[in-house]
Each structure stands twice: as C-alpha cells, then as structure tokens.
C-alpha cells in the first residue's frame, strides 16, 4: 500500500516537473527502455585540492559534501587526478583508463595540422581517435565543460558556454544542463564545476565554496531521483595548479637564446625552403610548450644543447625530449624524484612526485608531442605531506564502492575508469585480495527489502545488495525475498561473498520467503513454516531458519524470522518458536540471537512474552534512543527487532536513515554491533 502510495506520488512528481516537458518539449534523445539500469553520475570540483576541502569542510562552508560524508555512508579518498599541468590528459585518463594518451591541450597531429582541444571540432576529432582505441567511460552519455567527449556524442558534447546566437532550443537545454540528461536516463553522465582557483584567482569569498556546494547538491538530488536509472553518484574534488603564461615577445625571447642558427616562429605559414636555416616552430597552451622541427632532424646532442639553453635562459622550468633510441630525457633534475630527500614516515609523497614524473615523461614520449617539451610552470618536489597534498584531490564516493586497489593504495582517475566500467555493467572488476581486518564485534542486520522494490516502484537487487555492502556486517537476516527468475537472497549473498540459507516460504509463479546471509561458516539446524490459526487463502505462510555458526571456535546459534500480521498467527507462532521445535533446542550454555520483521510493537503482550526470554538489544544498550524502522516514508512503528541472550554486550545500535535506504524499502534495515563475552557452561 504505501509502496503503491509513494510510487504515484513521485510518477505524478515526474510527469509536472519542468524538466520532464523541457524533455519532450526538445525532443532529445532516450535510450532504450530496458528496465531500472545502473548509471552513473561524475560531479568534479576543480580548483579544490584537499587542505582547500579541509578548510572548507571545518568552517562549514560545504554543508551537503559534510552530510555525504557524515550521514550517507561517503569514504573520502586522497585521490591523485593525473598530469597537473594539462587538463586533457586529466580528463583522457579519467574517460579511457590511460595516462599516456595526450601530449597537451594543443599540438601537432601526425600531418602537421595544429590541433587546439578546446576547439569543439577538434575534440571530437581527438575523440573519435581514442574511441578506435579504447571504450571510452562516457560512451551512450554526455559530457558537461569537458575539453574531450570521452565518447559521448556531439550533440552530448558540452564544452563551453554556447554563442549568443544559439538557437533557442540549444540555449534551454544549456540552461537547464546535466539535469535533463538524468532526467531522460542516460547511462553515464559527467559534469564539471570550475572553481575561480582553477584560474589562479583565490577563492576569498566563502559563500562561493556554499555555492558550489548547492550545485553539487542540485545534481545529486536529480540523479537521487531519476525513475529511469539507478545512479550511483561520484564527486572529485581536484586541484589546479596555477600555470604560467607565456611571457610577452616569447618568441623573440627564444630567437635570442637559441641564436641565428634557428628561426623561431609560432606562425603555421612558415616554410623551410632549400638553403634557409631551419624552423623551431612554437606550439603552446596551459604551461605546456612544444617546439617543432619539421622536417629537420634533430640529434641528442643538438637537443640536448637547445634544452640547457632554454633552462639557462630562464624561459622554462624543464625541458624534456627523445633521444635517439625513443627515451625520454629531462635538461633538469628539478622535477626528477629525488628519494634521498624523502624522510621517514613520508612515502605518499614520494609516490605522488613518482606519478608527476611518469605522466610528464609519458607526455614527452606521445607521437604528437614536439621535438623539445618545455615545461613552463615549476613544479618543484614537494619534500613534507603538507606540500604534497596541495597536488592532491579528494574522491568522494560511497563506502563499498569497488576500485580495484587495496585499502590502503594509492588511486589515480585510471582506477576510477576501471571502477566506473564496472558499476554500469560493461567490465567485470578484479576482485582485491586484502587481509580481513580483526573486529572487535559482531555486526548483526535484520532488514525486509520488501522483493527488492523501492518506495518509487522500482525492483532494483542492486540498490539493497549496495546498502548491504556499506553495513558490512557478520550476520544479516533479510525477509521479503523473491525467488522467482533467481533467488535474490542467493545473488545478493554471492556478490557479497557470504553464504546463504533460504526459507521458503511460497513456491511456484509467487515463490518467495526470507533468508539468513553469514560471513562465517555455518551449518543449518532447522527450517520450516510456522503454524497459523487457520488455512484460509489469504493468510501467506511464515516460517523459520536456525542456523548455527562457527565465530573462531564458539558456536553461535542465529533464529531469523518473519512473523504474519495477525495477532492470533504471531501468538502461535511465538508458542512455536518458544517451545522445544525451536528456542527450545538451544543448548543453555550456547548464545542465541533471534531477529527479524516481528509485525509487533513494544507494547504487546507478545512482545514481552520475548523480552521474558531474551534481550531485546535496543534496550540493551548503555545509551542512545530507541529507533523506529518503519515505513521509510515516515517512522512510525519499531516492527524490527534482534533479540540477545546473555553474553552479548550491545555497543551500538544503528537504523541507517540515507538517501538510498529511504528509496530501497518500505523497511529501514537494524544494526547491532555486539562484543561477545560467552559465559562459562
């Protein structure tokens, strides 16, 4: 009923929003319609390196970034973006997995056509290479105040602000922006905020760090409530180092230090007819200088006498090139890793000037890069954490997110690739071998994922195995599962690795029933229905699963239930888990948990008719309120409870209020965290 109710509210919600005839109105494009589909959301801050976030963070200036973080199960990760002198090769790593793909922002093409990324055509040119490669991670998607499309269309394809003469349809959709792309449901959407510090202007004014926060918000909730794709949502927060221009009269500048046996230019129209000396031609943009040589052939030693002069001559911090046999050569050591000036206690910064090195070097070795490389803006090594994280960013992503990499590894925008691949369903994701940490509890979940269908009408697995995954608990006991076209509680337990016993309690087209899912080893004592007063049609069977586990070397016997609605059922079925079938059968010196969705409320007799027996664990402990869990409209009613015997200490108790729990079920789930101190038999 409220799950009928709550989905014709946000249908009716959907078919009255702007956006939705904003849709219709402009007639874009939907893909196809092939049920509720994982998608995906980046949102990236630039101009936002970690002591920027921190700073932001403590003095209150990015609310809703602090409640991802504080209540809706977001990991912060240090997160290194890529090269920080060029964006396009920012942006190519992030969208095809590589480093190495681009030389700069501009450069020279294998034909000697000058080619200017942030020029529209050329993108798409430059796109349409990469997609001959790789897949590119926005493939089916759009791109927002990107520099490449990373295979999105181009009509998907938003790099810039449109002219002031842009039909009006085309000025619409850029108003309203990324929302009408989650509105009509494509798989993969990107988005980026540019920061003033991305520009190399401070930001001073704190409200503009509350008003990017407001705009990452904006996003969030349109994808929190697209009905035609199950977004799981990214935010990076990235840095951008302040380049250096290039100095007036540059050229000249150049002519001067090089001397009269080149002609420096950075016109496309000159030529190099027999007898005239030969051309350095001038390609520059974004702190990122390539000199081109045409069609002479320059030796090492000649470039390695051009880069000295060059570095002597102030007009770059660096200057890299190829030798002879294809590898790569600095003219300066200043960017070069220098690990005997790295302390103790200090190895992220050593692996984060390693990664500058390695994309600098992997720039200088591209096809197209020039036959000199200046590097323009100095970088030099940071030598204290505090240095290196100006150079870092921050990920924030949701708890169990799958990247590929240990806890404790360093990640980089090609685990990112790989991880989003992933999440949409076109790459399956190594799995990561990690030693299990120890836990000084046991986590206990009773949850009713109501056959997996949300408060918006929605049947999505992957919604509850998500939340299931971020609880990461021991033991979790789940009600209201489907067995029809597979058994959700199997698949649920086999993508998180735990093992599964199914109760079932319908069969047939309506099969159906509850499951218990464990992280340890278990064996199965008993499952069965339990009685009911009558066999009229309508009451549907409940029934029981007891396990018994194995924590280390001590038993643990686990009863999870799903009690019927009717006060006349649950006493019998009380009688019948209190009697000698069940409860009854428990040794007295081994302890005991009985959870699950009761249909009762604390105030009933057969609610204290348990509490007589056991523990109810919401009591139990020290402090804190007791938590309702249902509905997920509004908390009005404690249906779900874990029960203890003695030996349990409760540490806390959690009913997980989040922005996916709220949509998932009608049920929020319960968790438990016990210590366990077994009495002596």
């Known amino acids: 009923m409220l799950t009928r109710w709550g989905s014709r509210w946000r249908t009716l919600r959907e078919w009255t929003s702007v956006e939705e005839w904003a849709v219709r109105g402009l007639r874009l494009r939907r893909p196809p319609e092939t049920g509720f589909q994982p998608g995906l959301l980046i949102l990236e801050l630039s101009g936002c390196p970690r002591p920027a976030w921190r700073q932001a963070r403590q003095r209150g200036e990015m609310p809703f970034l602090e ?39 501009r450069f020279l093409d294998p034909d000697g056509r000058e080619r200017d990324l942030a020029r529209p055509e050329d993108g798409q040119r430059f796109n349409e290479i990469l997609n001959l490669r790789k897949e590119g991670l926005l493939t089916g998607g759009s791109a927002w105040h990107a520099l490449i499309p990373g295979g999105a269309a181009p009509d998907d394809h938003h790099p810039s602000a449109p002219p002031a003469r842009a039909p009006l349809a085309t000025r619409i959709r850029r108003e309203f922006g ?17 920061a003033p510090a991305a520009t190399g202007n401070p930001i001073e004014d704190r409200e503009q760090w509350t008003r990017y926060d407001r705009g990452l918000e904006a996003l969030y909730q349109s994808a929190r409530y697209s009905r035609r794709r199950d977004y799981e949502i990214w935010i990076l927060l990235t840095p951008e180092v302040p380049l250096a221009p290039l100095p007036a009269h540059f050229a000249a500048r150049l002519q001067t230090a090089l001397g009269f046996a080149w002609r420096v230019t950075s016109s496309a129209s000159e030529t190099m007819p027999a007898g005239v000396r030969p051309v350095l031609r001038i390609v520059e943009k974004a702190g990122i200088c390539h000199l081109y040589a045409g069609r002479s052939r320059l030796s090492n030693a000649e470039k390695k006498r051009l880069a000295s002069l060059i570095v002597v001559s102030g007009l770059a911090a660096s200057v890299l090139w190829r030798d002879d046999n294809g590898l790569v050569c600095w003219s300066d050591q200043t960017l070069k890793l220098r690990r005997d000036d790295f302390v103790a206690g200090t190895r992220p910064v050593a692996w984060l000037q390693h990664q500058i090195d390695h994309d600098l070097t992997a720039l200088a070795a591209h096809p197209a890069a020039g036959d000199l490389v200046l590097v323009r803006t100095p970088l030099a090594p940071p030598q204290t954490p505090e240095e290196g994280e100006s150079l870092l960013g921050t990920a924030l992503l949701p708890k169990r997110t799958r990247l590929g990499v240990s806890a404790n590894g360093e990640l980089r925008a090609a685990h990112l690739y790989t991880a989003g691949r992933h999440v949409l369903g076109r790459a399956a994701l190594p799995p990561v071998t990690e030693a299990s940490p120890l836990r000084p509890h046991l986590r206990l979940v009773t949850y009713n994922v109501h056959r997996c269908i949300g408060m918006d009408g929605r049947q999505s697995l992957k919604r509850i195995r998500r939340i299931l995954a971020e609880l990461d608990a021991d033991f979790i006991a789940i009600q209201e599962v489907s067995a029809i076209g597979g058994n959700q509680a199997e698949l649920i337990a086999g993508e998180l690795g735990m093992q599964c016993f199914f109760c079932p309690t319908l069969t047939g087209t309506q099969a159906y029933g509850h499951a218990l899912l464990s992280r340890h080893p278990l064996s199965a004592m008993h499952i069965g229905l339990l009685p009911l007063t009558s066999d009229a049609p309508w009451k549907e069977p409940r029934g029981a699963v007891w396990v018994r586990a194995f924590v280390g070397t001590r038993p643990l016997n686990i009863i999870a239930t799903h009690l019927a609605l009717g006060r006349s059922d649950r006493t019998a079925q ?108």
Do not use: M
């Open 67 to 105: 409640s991802l973080c504080s209540r809706q199960n977001y990991r912060e990760h240090p997160y290194y973006a890529g090269c920080p002198l060029v964006r396009a090769a920012r942006e190519a790593e992030l969208f095809y997995g590589e480093s190495d793909l681009v030389p700069g922002e």
């Open 178 to 194: 990324a929302v009408l792309d989650l509105r009509r449901g494509l798989p993969v959407v990107y988005h980026r905020f540019c």
């Open 574 to 681: 009380i009688d019948a888990l209190l009697g000698a079938e069940w409860i009854g059968r428990v040794p007295p010196h081994e302890p005991l948990v009985l959870c699950g969705d009761f249909n009762l409320t604390p105030s009933g007799r057969n609610y204290r008719r348990l509490t007589s027996r056991l523990r109810d664990a919401q009591l139990a402990q020290s402090n804190g309120p007791v938590l309702k869990t249902f509905s997920t409209l509004q908390p009005l009613a404690r249906l779900d409870h874990v029960f203890l015997s003695a030996g349990f200490v409760v540490e806390r108790v959690q009913v997980p209020r989040t922005h996916l729990t709220e949509v998932s079920s009608d049920h929020f789930p319960l968790v438990v965290d016990v210590s366990w101190h077994p009495p002596q038999p």
